[in-house]
């Protein structure tokens, strides 16, 4: 199909985000069960239940536009998938693959922001004012999953996969943490003792 039109170009975005969005559906139950820490494997179960209203909204989008819902193959997001994929295969659970889940879900969520942030303006300029409305709404879910996936990193899971630590739950390590911002790895501190 030649695309020639803003409207054929929108119409396609809205099919390829379908498309990305359920295969999230599939890949985020998945990294909810890789994950080590309680708070990130909630996160991503949060996003699956979001990702759900997510995909019934495009599915509101197509009523809109009076078309049958229709997915047109994501490459992009079959790629980022397949490339966090490969990362956590070479990762045993612990605080360094939390830390490699965190980065190929906000890879995810910035490609997601990306399309929906296009898909918004498109349907603006077409006006759709009521599609725009709706792609918004998912806009501001998928940007605040990517900083709660950077809260996460940042309170705690980078700091224990620098530490070479297993654990993932910061308040149980107490005194212990002192040493461990000094940079030593964990083995040093095995053997110090
Ligand atoms: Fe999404
Ligand atoms: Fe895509
Ligand atoms: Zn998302």
Same mark, same amino acid.
């Given at each position: 199909?030649?695309?020639?039109?803003?409207?054929?170009?929108?119409?396609?975005?809205?099919?390829?985000?379908?498309?990305?969005?359920?295969?999230?559906?599939?890949?985020?139950?998945?990294?909810?069960?890789?994950?080590?820490?309680?708070?990130?494997?909630?996160?991503?179960? @949060?996003? %699956? *239940?979001?990702? &759900?209203?997510?995909?019934?909204? /495009?599915? +509101?989008?197509? #009523?809109?536009?009076?078309?049958?819902?229709?997915?047109?193959?994501?490459?992009?997001?079959?790629?980022?998938?397949?490339?966090?994929?490969?990362?956590?295969?070479?990762?045993?659970?612990?605080?360094?693959?939390?830390?490699a889940?965190?980065?190929?879900?906000?890879?995810?969520?910035?490609?997601?922001?990306?399309?929906?942030?296009?898909?918004?303006?498109?349907?603006?300029?077409?006006?759709?004012?009521?599609?725009?409305?709706?792609?918004? @709404?998912? %806009? *501001?879910?998928? &940007?605040?999953?990517?900083?709660? /996936?950077? +809260?996460?990193? #940042?309170e705690?899971?980078?700091?224990?996969?620098?530490?070479?630590?297993?654990?993932?739950?910061?308040?149980?390590?107490?005194?212990?943490?002192?040493?461990?911002?000094?940079?030593?790895?964990s083995?040093?501190?095995?053997?110090?003792?």
């Open positions: 199909m030649q695309t020639e039109t803003l409207n054929e170009l929108y119409i396609d975005e809205i099919k390829d985000i379908y498309h990305a969005e359920k295969q999230t559906l599939k890949a985020l139950p998945k990294l909810a069960k890789q994950a080590s820490s309680e708070k990130l494997r909630a996160a991503f179960e @949060e996003h %699956l *239940e979001q990702t &759900k209203g997510q995909v019934a909204r /495009l599915e +509101e989008v197509f #009523e809109l536009l009076d078309m049958k819902p229709s997915a047109k193959k994501c490459d992009g997001m079959e790629g980022i998938l397949k490339e966090g994929d490969h990362v956590a295969k070479e990762l045993e659970e612990g605080a360094t693959l939390d830390a889940l965190i980065a190929g879900a906000q890879k995810v969520e910035h490609y997601e922001i990306a399309s929906y942030g296009c898909a918004r303006t498109w349907a603006t300029l077409l006006g759709y004012d009521d599609q725009a409305k709706l792609l918004a @709404e998912t %806009l *501001e879910e998928e &940007k605040l999953a990517d900083q709660k /996936l950077t +809260e996460l990193a #940042e705690a899971i980078n700091a224990e996969a620098a530490a070479g630590t297993e654990e993932t739950e910061a308040p149980k390590r107490g005194s212990n943490s002192k040493r461990r911002e000094s940079g030593e790895s083995e040093t501190e095995a053997g110090l003792h």
